[in-house]
């Protein structure tokens, strides 16, 4: 089990660094099985086809990312019980751990099967509605808390404000990637915190 656990896990390695890379469209089960050392029929033991892996592939990259934004939000919290305060430091953890990333950022797969979502079946453009509502609903509710404690200082939804968190990273990462700068996604990371200051916070005038 954990031999076959653990050639599954390659096999979307692989994958993904290709996906990555190329798109789904241009990355072949035949390239993978050939990186992978293994047979097609073994492929297909993990995967019947594509739609499968790119399931698989948006799966785990929900679950990674959920445990890389808990992790940072539960040490913001720790470093502060404002909700206000929390956000802002999660936000700096977040844009430090970008620029932490050898080389900047890969990109998100999530991104990659949207821009190519006509490759697929309704299975995996449902997993990634999946993931980009699942984004949405973690910063608004973040946002839910700051705002039952401060007054927001512009008539600005809360949803459409949860959907720039992700609109910010998402954008930076394609900004970063098209002209050869890594860091430009933590500056844009950061550029969100500084609104999201402004924007909860009251004048000190």
């Given at each position: 089990?954990a031999?076959?656990?653990?050639?599954?896990?390659?096999?979307?390695?692989?994958?993904?660094?290709?996906?990555?890379?190329?798109?789904?469209?241009?990355?072949?089960?035949?390239?993978?099985?050939?990186?992978?050392?293994?047979?097609?029929?073994?492929?297909?033991?993990?995967?019947?086809?594509?739609?499968?892996?790119?399931?698989?592939?948006?799966?785990?990259?929900?679950?990674?990312?959920?445990?890389?934004?808990?992790?940072?939000?539960?040490?913001?919290?720790?470093?502060?019980?404002d909700?206000?305060?929390?956000?802002?430091?999660?936000?700096?953890?977040?844009?430090?751990?970008?620029?932490?990333?050898?080389?900047?950022?890969?990109?998100?797969?999530?991104?990659?099967?949207?821009?190519?979502?006509?490759?697929?079946?309704?299975?995996?453009?449902?997993?990634?509605?999946?993931?980009?509502l699942?984004?949405?609903?973690?910063?608004?509710?973040?946002?839910?808390?700051?705002?039952?404690?401060?007054?927001?200082?512009?008539?600005?939804?809360?949803?459409?404000?949860?959907?720039?968190?992700?609109?910010?990273?998402?954008?930076g990462?394609?900004?970063?990637?098209?002209?050869?700068?890594?860091?430009?996604?933590?500056?844009?990371?950061?550029?969100?915190?500084?609104?999201?200051?402004l924007?909860?916070?009251?004048?000190p005038?």
């Amino acid at each position: 089990m954990a031999r076959g656990k653990n050639t599954k896990e390659r096999i979307m390695d692989i994958a993904q660094d290709a996906v990555l890379a190329k798109g789904f469209d241009a990355t072949s089960i035949e390239e993978i099985v050939t990186a992978a050392e293994i047979t097609k029929s073994g492929f297909f033991y993990h995967f019947p086809d594509k739609n499968a892996l790119a399931r698989a592939l948006i799966e785990r990259h929900i679950e990674i990312e959920g445990q890389l934004f808990d992790g940072i939000m539960d040490r913001a919290r720790e470093l502060s019980d404002d909700p206000l305060q929390a956000a802002l430091i999660g936000l700096k953890l977040l844009a430090e751990m970008l620029d932490d990333v050898p080389y900047g950022h890969p990109g998100c797969i999530v991104a990659s099967a949207t821009y190519q979502d006509r490759l697929f079946d309704r299975s995996v453009r449902e997993a990634n509605q999946r993931a980009v509502l699942g984004w949405r609903q973690r910063f608004l509710t973040m946002f839910e808390e700051i705002a039952a404690r401060y007054p927001l200082r512009d008539d600005v939804g809360l949803t459409d404000l949860a959907d720039m968190v992700s609109s910010v990273i998402e954008g930076g990462l394609v900004i970063s990637r098209a002209i050869g700068e890594p860091r430009i996604t933590s500056r844009q990371v950061l550029l969100l915190r500084s609104y999201i200051k402004l924007l909860f916070l009251p004048s000190p005038h």
